[in-house]
């Protein structure tokens, strides 16, 4: 018997794993998770109520083609249910778009720092990340990104909003980019909080792929929609690239659960987006407190917000949850937290003001 491990590809040597958020302390004092930028607001009774339907079925495969959201979808946004394709989460989806993409010596350019799957899925399929850094007021830097896209550039990333910043880039630069890129670059709009947008000079993807065929959008049901457990996320995309994506779909990877519990959130629409606005409500109310405080937070148009904490990220974040809040820290760069429940939020707000006074 041979001692020796199975072959793995070389590619994988020395990629991270993801590191999700950390969940909240087990324990009786009051702990919250402000880590994973998760809606904190419990499933609405419609949604909850045609989940545990579908688990009655569970003994069966789904819909492997996803029929009755991809026609909610359609509606919903105007588009041709060929554009549309379902995945694993949009982060499921993102994989799939590298995989149809990009191999070695291909590739992907995105803003540095940015949601931290990209370098993972880009590395994963062999393909070469380029991180173009954002500027300081921790946007994305499109002149800089266009100037770094080459013969080998397959896929660009554009987070808008940013994470972990919650910046946006809006109309004009954002248009001003697409014309430089080469129509043969598959430019991929991630739009994982775009129901958080309320700056009007931000476009809605799915407007500017209509008319420009390298452009794809990536929307989630996991933040604003509130079914992050579930794990359906989706991409509006003209054929093929659409198409590409139903190829390289894991067959069967949304369950029937969350298919009808995305659906029954597109129903219950109004009621979800009422919950939204109070998170942007909260969202102002946490920003305006720390500035007041003395911190520097870029203007926030997600469910979330930045804090550049250099070299105190850890500290920082040790003092959150000592506080009894967790909070995702990026060690040497700064730390990101989700607009949560009131309690929690001002739990933050505490430990934030407590901080800052022995700075
Ligand atoms: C920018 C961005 N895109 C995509 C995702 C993936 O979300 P999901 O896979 O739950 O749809 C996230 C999640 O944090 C995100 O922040």
Redesign the pocket.
Known sequence: MSEKNPKLRGALDGIPTYKPGRPAAAGGRAAYKLS??ENPYPPLPGVLESAVGAAGTFNRYPDMACSALVAELAERFGVPAEHLATGT????V?QQLIQATAGPGDEVVYAWRS?E?YPIITRISGARPVEVPLTSGEVHDLDAMADAVTERTRLVFV?NPN?PTSTVVRRAELERFLDRVPSDVLVVL?E??REFIRDEQVPDGIELYRDRPNVCV?R?F?KAYGL?GL?V?FAVAHEPVAAALRKTAVPFGVSRIAQDAAVASLRSEDALLERVESLVAERTRVRDALIAQGWTVPESQANFVWLRLGERTLDFAAACEEAGVMVRPFAGEGVRVTIGEDAGNDLFLGAAEAFRKEL
């Open positions: 994973s930028n989460g949009s982060v499921g993102a949601f799957a987070c994470n991630d994982a909080y990536l989630t996991s992050a794990r996320g």
